[in-house]
């Protein structure tokens, strides 16, 4: 599997995996379950993440939301892991103009996200998008 990372030249940072191949095998086992396939969730219980991923995820406090979710600082798959399947998502669900210049998410940004466990999910979740002028 690694070695397939370096054939595929797909490894874009050092320090940041980038297997799609893994990336999407990871989210059809640990995310789409509750996500969709599409990242579209599930009326009135799970947010899609196609309108909003990487309108929070290019502000600190939304990247912060994003990694102190339950289902991402939860995840059984390690930091690496999870990191590569969140920027993965980004590109997967994001239009390309909004994902642009977007930093891609680090095993040491989820490592520190999963040591403040968010307890006010919806709220917090309401507020920024509010402060973005979206419809939570
Ligand atoms: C048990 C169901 C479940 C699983 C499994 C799950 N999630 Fe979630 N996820 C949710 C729910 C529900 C929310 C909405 C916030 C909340 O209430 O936790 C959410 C929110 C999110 C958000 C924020 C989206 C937004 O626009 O607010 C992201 C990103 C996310 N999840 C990614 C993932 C990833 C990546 C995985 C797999 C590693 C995953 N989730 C696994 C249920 C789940």
């Not at 996500?35 to 009326?43: L, P, T, V």
């Not at 600190?60 to 979710?69: K, N």
């Not at 590569?84 to 520190?112: C, H, K, M, Y």
Request: proline share 6%; aromatic share 6%; net charge negative.
């Amino acid at each position: 599997m690694l070695g397939l990372v370096g054939l595929c030249g797909l490894a874009a940072s050092p320090g940041i995996l980038a297997d799609d191949h893994r990336a999407r095998q990871n989210y059809l086992i640990y995310c789409m379950g509750c996500h969709g396939e599409q990242g579209d969730g599930f009326k009135d219980q799970v947010p899609s993440m196609r309108g909003t991923l990487a309108r929070l995820a290019v502000l600190p406090e939304g990247r912060s939301f994003l990694l102190r979710v339950p289902g991402v600082s939860q995840s059984s798959l390690d930091a690496e892991l999870t990191a590569e399947v969140l920027n993965w998502a980004l590109r997967e669900f994001s239009d390309a103009g909004a994902r642009q210049s977007i930093p891609p998410f680090t095993a040491d940004e989820v490592a520190q996200a999963r040591a403040r466990p968010l307890l006010e999910v919806s709220s917090a979740r309401a507020q920024l998008l509010r402060g973005e002028g979206l419809d939570p």
